[in-house]
């Protein structure tokens, strides 16, 4: 679940914060980042989590992942924060969380080189870029650093207005951003497009924009996640495909 919501309007000028991104390294930072997880999708979106831990946000591949953060070392909090489960992660663990959703059976050959990213999310009063351009450096060095060459997760699309928007939204991406045959996949709780109006001039959110700018593919119709009340759109990330302005940014890639 790769989550983004709007920035808050502020009416004075933000001061520069002293962020730091990185892997948490102690059971006290993925506790506090599975706690803001909470906060922004059970709270403030209004997602049903099952959890035995009240305000805290935690399945079965939590233990399996490693937790990428953004920290506020002034404010001493967490801000920001990925949740990764690499290859051999996901053998451990049975497979991987958008299987659940999804049957991947055709990315089957890049198991060994696929890593799975979700739970997405950032604090309600640091949602103004800073943030999630710290997380996806740190994603590009995780990749890097590893030598993995495929990122996958599932891209949401609300569905308060019933779905109409995420089917349009779908009808208008696939036209330039759909993967190659080869690489689709196939939702278990399909979205019920035909039912659902496709014509709608919907804007895309802005994670979503983000990976298809940077080289992403939509790998197939999206699902229906009713424990959030969102459409998900399975992306598919060759590291490989990434565009030389993102590369350059976030992975030190040279002309």
């Known amino acids: 679940m790769l989550q983004h919501l709007q920035p808050r309007q502020q009416t004075t000028a933000r001061k520069t914060r002293n962020l730091h991104v990185g892997l948490a390294s102690s059971e006290t930072e993925i506790l506090e980042a599975q ?74 050959h890049l198991r060994g080189q696929l890593v799975e990213i979700g739970r997405s999310c950032i604090d309600a009063d640091y949602r103004s870029g800073a943030v999630i351009a710290l997380l996806w450096s740190g994603l590009a060095r995780y990749m890097q650093e590893n030598g993995y060459e495929y990122l996958i997760g599932c891209a949401s ?69 009713p424990d959030f009340n969102t459409a998900d759109l399975p992306i598919l990330m060759p590291i490989g495909r990434v565009d030389d302005r993102y590369a350059r940014h976030f992975m030190g890639r040279k002309d």
């Open 35 to 108: 706690k803001l997880r909470y906060r922004v999708f059970a709270d403030e979106m209004g997602a049903r989590l099952p959890t035995r831990s009240p305000g805290v946000d935690r399945d079965l591949y939590d233990p399996f992942c490693e937790h990428l953060i953004v920290r506020d070392e002034d404010a001493g909090r967490i801000v920001g924060t990925y949740r990764i489960l690499s290859p051999s992660a996901a053998r451990r663990v049975g497979g991987y969380y958008s299987e659940n959703e999804f049957d991947l059976t055709r990315l089957q």
């Open 157 to 225: 699309v609300s569905m308060a207005d019933g779905g109409h928007v995420a089917a349009s939204l779908y009808n208008r991406l696939r036209e330039k951003h759909l993967a190659p045959l080869e690489y689709h996949v196939f939702p278990r709780c399909p979205l019920p497009l035909a039912s659902l109006r496709g014509d709608l001039d919907a804007e895309a959110p802005p994670l979503v924009k983000g990976y298809l700018r940077a080289g992403a593919w939509i790998c197939g119709e999206p699902a229906w996640d």
